[in-house]
């Protein structure tokens, strides 16, 4: 599992980047510099810090410098300036060879549009990459079939991807990416190009899958519900910046600026909030152990609970212990707030 840093990233597109450091420049805003200087600043100084075995989501609204940020990741692109720091070494000062390595072996890409061969089976295309490393035959379609299998796409290896529905073969995309037995994966809106249903399914299916797999996931996606379903946390850019860093929950109840609390406003509160947060002290220690759940399952996973039911409902930690209760009305209270919300919506 690996950890990513990034630091003070910048990156100035255009024929003179340099422009944009100059003290009486730096302070000006990106469609200043734009006009004036004909460069587009696409990072602004971000300071990134990402946890082992995360699903940390990148949000923005198109041009905020989303995939810029990932492909500086790989370097695909060249950051003007600023670190990047994976496993603690510096990926910008690697060489061809450790680049070229660190390509193949410790990140693997999944793109918006699947980028699977056409003429090549499931199979072949799951072990592409290994393939790319020269592992032989046997031992490269041995992993293959297992990473489709994880995807859920066992049985379909000798078809071609036009045989496939879109979300199928996103799962090969995915299985490739994973048959190299990455570190990190990086998702560049892996479900935008799919039917809003089958793109619900996906989120849910990557979330289960990541509780297998446990990489470091790079995700990014320009809509808010993707981001709540699958990310640990959210940064959410603008203009090149990072302009709110949290948890789901931390972004929806508190939104730190206008923008912000525009894309979250109709995000129902029963989707965030977890159990902790309005879970109380129990009155005694016995509570009926066919009915509980774990402080940190989110409110609305738990209303067909309320419904089948006593009051309140018991907490109960990973060692089995009563850790809290949560009275009812304090979901009743949630939800009228979500559905007040909603009301006002209209
Ligand atoms: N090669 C390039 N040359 C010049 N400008 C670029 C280049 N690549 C990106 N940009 C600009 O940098 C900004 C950020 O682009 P980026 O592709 O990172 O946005 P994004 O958040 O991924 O958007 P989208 O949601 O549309 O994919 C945009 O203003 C874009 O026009
Ligand atoms: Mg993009």
Do not use: C
Request: cysteine-free.
């Amino acid at each position: 599992m690996s950890n990513i840093e990034i630091v003070n990233l910048w990156k100035v597109f255009g024929n003179d980047p340099e422009i944009v450091f100059e003290p009486e420049n730096i302070n000006k805003t990106r469609s200043e510099i734009q006009d004036e200087f004909n460069q587009v600043v696409a990072l602004r100084n971000v300071n990134l810090s990402i946890n082992p075995g995360e699903t940390f989501v990148v949000m923005g609204l198109s041009g905020s410098g989303k995939s810029t940020l990932v492909r500086a990741l790989i370097r695909l692109i060249d950051p003007t300036s600023g670190s990047i720091l994976i496993n603690n070494q510096d990926v910008l000062q690697y060489n061809n060879q450790e680049l070229e390595n660190f390509r193949r072996h410790t990140v693997a890409m999944v793109f918006q549009h699947f980028g699977l061969f056409p003429h090549r089976t499931v199979l072949e295309n799951a072990a592409y990459g290994l393939e790319v490393q020269k592992v032989d035959t046997e031992a490269r379609n041995q992993k293959a079939l297992e990473v489709l299998e994880l995807v859920g796409l066992s049985g379909w290896e000798s078809s071609y991807p036009s045989e496939l529905s879109g979300g199928m073969q996103q799962r090969v995309g995915i299985a490739r990416a994973l048959a190299v037995e990455p570190d990190i994966l990086l998702m560049d809106e892996p479900f935008s190009g799919l039917d809003p249903l089958i793109r619900r399914q996906m989120r849910i299916e990557l979330k289960k899958l990541q509780q297998t797999i446990q990489k470091t996931i790079v995700f990014i996606t320009h809509d808010l519900d993707e981001a709540i379903t699958v990310g640990d946390r959210i940064a959410i850019m603008r203009d090149g910046e990072v302009t709110q860093l949290g948890t789901p929950e931390e972004i929806v109840t508190n939104p730190a600026n206008s923008f912000v609390e525009e894309f979250t406003f109709d995000i129902p509160k029963t989707r965030v909030t977890s159990v902790s947060n309005i879970m109380v002290k129990p009155s005694s220690q016995e509570f009926d152990r066919r009915y509980v759940v774990a402080p940190e399952s989110i409110v609305e996973d738990m209303i067909p609970l309320v419904l089948e039911t006593g009051d309140p409902i018991p907490v109960v930690d990973s060692k089995d212990e009563l850790v809290g209760v949560v009275p009812q009305e304090k979901i009743l209270e949630l939800v009228a707030q979500s559905a007040r919300q909603e009301y006002s919506e209209e």
